[in-house]
């Protein structure tokens, strides 16, 4: 398939429109990817006879995929996915849609791509079984071309989906075709499905060398004699190296080409700027194209040393990562690329130049815009492996499935220039027994089998070596540990000579906008897994960074070990963003995590200051917390900042005093008793100003204000805009304690597919046209209907205050 063509969408057209253009505009034309998401049919339940082709779907919902029926549930403490898995409705689906191919189509070979299925996907086509796929991260592919009918019969696909038994993760999963599908139609003679394999051995600013191999599938009865046209291609479609040759295959075989290239003076990948090419392979018989297969490139070189940690490009880089989980906030598991580009945006703007994919294989989408925005990846494949960690997850289907399932996973993923090492497992079970050894040796041999230019670790939690049967394998290039930052200092001695990297680190709790005092000591919470829940009865926790699991550590602990070793590669934080399930410790009603710097809804917390300050190259002073609190009470007040010596903090123009970061300290603090006012710090280098930071007091609402992260919009129904739902006073203060109920409406181009508000125990649905503000804000998700009519978003409450309004364009 020609990946990266087919993740950028197109809505509203039909298969056998696309292929109708396509044979109108060429004989033999080559590769189409067809969207395959708009218009399936869907409904909850077991419907067996669904396979068949008279079969009746007139009560079934309409919809476009990608799709996440769970997410559309209420929340319960009695469904059986419990609250670490969301407390969200899971169980069966079906799904159905029909479609037809032209006549012109009947000596094609005909595929459909899955790019993940959650779970227990089944698959037929005009009643005839194609397979089934237990593991709901893993992409798949079926051959259609057999079972297929053309003109004016129509083609019926059937998909059975089958979440129901439960608990089958940790977190929460999502239930559905939760990620994007396509349908591929090439030439009998064509580049197999994940065909390409593209490395650079050699890698400087001079010049760099290319092995490439693509896999030439031919389905056809007859031998063939072809063309095979390989051009490099750099961002401007310029070819920078090119390759031709006259090959021969037989009836119903693949042949396996190889090729080299030099490239001179090629422009590097690196987090900065990410440059990328793109290998195009084009096959020809006599002078007709008749397949274009694009692969992305980029070159780089990087190392783990056991001393030094990890360079890039022949440059020292510390790994500034964070872990992140699949699902997309109010969307659910929907794999929505404009929604995983607002999240890796706020990584960037955080300073984070790594993600580690927790804990399974990411979507398309996500390596695809990793490449595009620099982040070194961590590719993940499993949770779990023989032995259970929840009674219905991966373990039921290790022995049959887990050879295919990573051979699939690397396949896919290998020719990503992000991604710099391949993890096995995290958090193995197997760690603690002596089967931990052998099939860790089976999967780094797996791995070593399709791509020898990665490092392949695992997370680990044991960091004793004697106990660490994963360790005693000796199969693993990078050791990962996970929550071992009291014990990095002895790390050398223990493991002489390893390369290592914190695969997993902090578990800090926080509540974006709620603020505990005083802040004098740093709690671990609870000290006992078991021990009975002592903390807010609202459930919060304090958004001063100074709460943490009783695993982990805070955040500014973590960090000041991290980047006290240069033996230690980086960290990768847990995590970026709050996810859906595991509320761990705390009880239901809270149904999401507590461990992001971000909240589920995409506001940052206060400690994503601190991030900032110290991983970006930004000009950061941030004050908390807020400045609305009663007379005389006493504040803590912390600053994060850079690039200066010293922050002053004035209180309505008095000065309390300079302060400056003693030793390793990350943050600066004053106690304040409150009065209504201005809070202001000034930062200065050398005595000269840096840079100036407000908080106001707000006084009573007055309006609603609508800020969107974008203007316009494209009119393709998957594009997004969030908008970000706030109260204001007359002064146009922003009022940090504000908890109205907002009302939404909207008409034109688009629908509204989400609302959240960040608060981890709120029962209010994420699928609704109203929500309530949390601690002054709320964020409402848009998306294209595929009308062309500019967007109105007017959102309204109660009381004396004016309503919102915004408007976008639609392009």
């Known amino acids: 398939m020609n990946l990266h063509k087919s993740v950028l969408r197109k809505g509203g057209i039909t298969i056998a429109l696309l292929l109708l253009v396509a044979c109108a505009s060429t004989k033999n034309e080559s590769r189409i990817i067809a969207d395959f998401n708009p218009d399936w049919n869907f409904k909850l339940g077991d419907y067996p006879t669904a396979i068949q082709v008279d079969f009746e779907a007139n009560d079934w919902r309409t919809l476009d995929l990608p799709h996440d029926w769970s997410i559309e549930g209420t929340f319960s403490k009695d469904h059986p996915t419990k609250p670490r898995q969301g407390a969200l409705p899971a169980g069966i689906g079906w799904y159905r849609k029909s479609f037809t191919l032209p006549e012109s189509a009947k000596n094609k070979s005909i595929a459909i791509e899955f790019d993940g299925v959650f779970c227990n996907s089944e698959v037929w086509i005009n009643g005839h079984y194609l397979g089934k796929r237990p593991f709901g991260y893993i992409s798949f592919s079926y051959d259609l071309t057999k079972y297929l009918n053309f003109g004016n019969q129509k083609n019926y696909i059937a998909v059975k989906v089958d979440n ?84 021969k295959i037989d009836a119903n075989a693949i042949l396996e080409k190889g090729q080299k290239f030099e490239v001179n003076n090629p422009k590097l990948w690196d987090t900065d700027n990410p440059n990328l090419y793109k290998v195009v392979t084009k096959i020809y018989e006599k002078s007709t194209l008749i397949d274009d297969y694009e692969t992305p490139l980029g070159f780089r070189y990087f190392a783990f040393d056991a001393e030094k940690g990890f360079s890039l490009n022949g440059v020292p880089t510390k790994i500034y990562g964070v872990c992140l989980h699949h699902d997309n906030g109010a969307l659910g598991a929907v794999a929505n690329y404009h929604a995983i580009k607002r999240k890796l945006t706020i990584m960037k703007e955080m300073g984070v130049n790594a993600i580690r994919m927790a804990h399974n294989p990411p979507s398309l989408e996500m390596l695809q815009l990793c490449d595009e925005m620099g982040f070194i990846v961590q590719d993940e494949v499993f949770d779990v492996w023989k032995k259970k960690k929840v009674t219905n997850d991966y373990h039921k289907y290790w022995d049959e499935w887990h050879k295919r399932d990573l051979e699939d996973f690397i396949k896919r993923d290998r020719n990503h220039p992000s991604i710099m090492m391949w993890s096995i497992g995290n958090e193995i079970r197997e760690q603690f027994d002596s089967t931990g050894i052998a099939i860790t040796k089976e999967l780094a041999q797996i791995v070593k089998s399709l791509d020898k230019t990665r490092p392949v ?248 204000d609508l800020k969107s992260d974008k203007t316009s919009i494209k009119n393709d129904g998957y594009d997004l805009a969030y908008v970000t739902v706030s109260l204001q006073d007359k002064d146009g203060n922003y009022v940090p304690t504000a908890d109205n109920l907002i009302n939404f409406k909207v008409s034109g181009g688009a629908k509204i597919v989400g609302v959240d508000n960040g608060y981890q125990a709120s029962l209010e649905p994420f699928i609704a046209d109203y929500r309530k503000l949390y601690n002054g804000k709320c964020v409402v998700i848009l998306q294209s209907n595929k009308k062309a009519e500019n967007i109105t978003l007017e959102a309204t409450t109660a009381g004396n205050i004016n309503l919102g309004t915004l408007s976008i364009k639609v392009e």
Do not use: C
């Not at 075709?177 to 890698?203: C, F, M, Q, S």
């Not at 009065?675 to 309006?703: D, F, N, Q």
């Open 164 to 247: 129901d038994a439960q608990p089958s993760s940790r977190w929460y999963t999502g239930s559905g075709i939760y990620r994007n599908v396509r349908l591929v139609t090439t030439d009998k003679l064509h580049v197999a499905h994940w065909g390409t394999v593209v490395t650079t051995p050699e890698v400087s600013k001079e010049k760099a060398t290319v092995d490439y191999s693509v896999s030439i599938q031919n389905d056809s009865d007859f031998s063939k004699e072809f063309k095979v046209v390989t051009n490099i291609l750099d961002a401007n479609n310029r070819s920078v190296a090119r390759l031709e040759s006259i090959e």
């Open 457 to 704: 670790t695992s997370a680990l939690t044991e960091n004793v070596p004697e106990k660490n049967f994963i360790y005693q394998s000796g199969a693993l290039d990078l050791l990962g540990f996970n929550y071992k930052h009291a014990d990095y200092a002895t790390f050398p001695e223990r493991f002489k000579g390893q390369k290592i990297i914190a695969s997993e680190s902090v578990s800090a709790l926080e509540t974006r906008g709620h603020y505990d005092m005083p802040t004098d000591s740093i709690r671990f919470w609870p000290i006992k897994h078991d021990a009975p829940f002592d903390g807010n009865a609202d459930l919060t926790v304090t958004a001063y960074d100074n709460i943490a699991s009783y695993w982990g550590t805070t955040h500014e602990e973590n960090w000041k070990a991290a980047k006290k070793y240069d033996f230690i590669a980086g960290t990768f934080v847990w995590t970026g963003f709050d996810y859906i399930g595991e509320p761990d410790p705390y009880p239901y009603p809270a149904r999401s995590s507590y461990f992001g710097i971000v909240d589920l809804a995409g506001f940052p917390k206060d400690v994503y200051y601190m991030y900032q300050s110290e991983w970006s190259n930004k000009t950061v002073l941030h004050l908390l917390p807020h400045w609305n609190w009663k007379q005389g009470q006493l504040i803590d007040v912390w600053a994060y900042y850079n690039n200066a010596d010293e922050v002053e903090l004035f209180l309505n123009g008095k000065s309390l005093g300079s302060k400056a970061k003693q030793g390793d300290e990350l943050h600066i603090a004053w106690k304040v008793p409150f009065e209504a006012g201005t809070l202001k710090a000034i930062s200065r280098k050398e005595g000269k100003m840096v840079k100036e930071t407000e908080i106001h007091t707000a006084g009573e609402a007055t309006k609603i």
